[in-house]
């Protein structure tokens, strides 16, 4: 293993400066990816945006809004980080959108809490139209 990756990795805010990195990232996960212009709103709107950063290397990342005592997640990335902030702001609870076909990330938002409330006709771009997300709720 090399020296540089046996850094422990480090969660901080999101700079703009991490924009090229947080976007790279973004293309090679997401069929239908943030664009740029995405992260660098959320930056401006002072949203809770993360990146998780080994080595100089950026390789997660984050975003989420927090309003009227609800914490909604945009990103799936550092999950556990963003309901730790939502629980210091006194959020008293989370949402989250996943695709209604990612079956497995359902699953694992059951295990940390989430339930399902709700679905969001047409929500994600997808290959030949648009495919409805599953709206999930944490109580914090």
């Not at 990335?77 to 949402?95: D, G």
């Not at 409330?117 to 290959?127: F, V, W």
């Amino acid at each position: 293993m090399s020296a540089q990756w046996q850094e422990t990795p480090q969660i901080r805010r999101m700079l703009p400066a991490d924009l090229d990195a947080v976007v790279a990232v973004e293309r090679e996960v997401f069929l239908f990816p943030w664009t740029r212009g995405n992260f660098s709103d959320s930056l401006d709107s002072d949203y809770h945006c993360r990146v998780l950063e080994q080595a100089g290397h950026i390789f997660g990342y984050g975003v989420m809004t927090i309003g009227a005592d609800e914490a909604h997640l945009l990103t799936e990335k550092l999950l556990q980080q963003f309901i730790r902030i939502a629980r210091e702001r006194h959020a008293k609870t989370m949402f989250l959108d996943v695709r209604a076909s990612n079956q497995a990330a359902a699953r694992l938002y059951e295990r940390i809490g989430f339930r399902h409330i709700a679905r969001r006709k047409d929500y994600y771009p997808a290959m030949g139209g648009r495919e409805d997300s599953l709206i999930m709720e944490l109580t914090l």
